[in-house]
């Protein structure tokens, strides 16, 4: 079970944080990413980060602006967004995979706007 939060609107140059909560697995086994899918786009992939926290791998169209971070202890990942552009609206949404295993979180919205 991922849940997300965090979204919201936000002016272009701003900043977000998107956090996703995890329960019913074991967190600390699963690599986590975040994916978003904008309106009439497909789903992509933004940002991953390995189980342990040691590697981390990007998306080219946000490399340099978005941070991928976890806290095991907390059972928790995050997607720290800064200069936000109208381009990144979409919903965002969280993703655990360990193995053949797979967990999808429902999505959180976000708008960048002025």
């Known amino acids: 079970h991922l849940v997300e939060s965090g979204g919201g609107l936000v002016q272009p140059g701003g900043s977000l944080r998107l956090s996703c909560a995890a329960s019913g697995l074991t967190f600390s086994r699963y690599a986590m990413s975040w994916y978003r899918q904008a309106p009439g786009k497909e789903r992509e992939l933004v940002a991953t980060?390995?189980?342990?926290?040691?590697?981390?791998n990007y998306a080219d169209s946000v490399k340099g602006r978005f941070t991928i971070s976890r806290d095991n202890a907390k059972n928790t990942v995050y997607l720290q967004m800064n200069s936000l552009k109208p381009e990144d609206t979409a919903v965002y949404y969280c993703?655990?995979?360990?193995?053949?295993?797979?967990?999808w979180g429902q999505g959180t919205q976000v708008t960048v706007s002025s």
């Open positions: 993703h655990a995979q360990l193995s053949f295993l797979v967990h």
């Open positions: 980060i390995t189980d342990a926290g040691g590697s981390t």
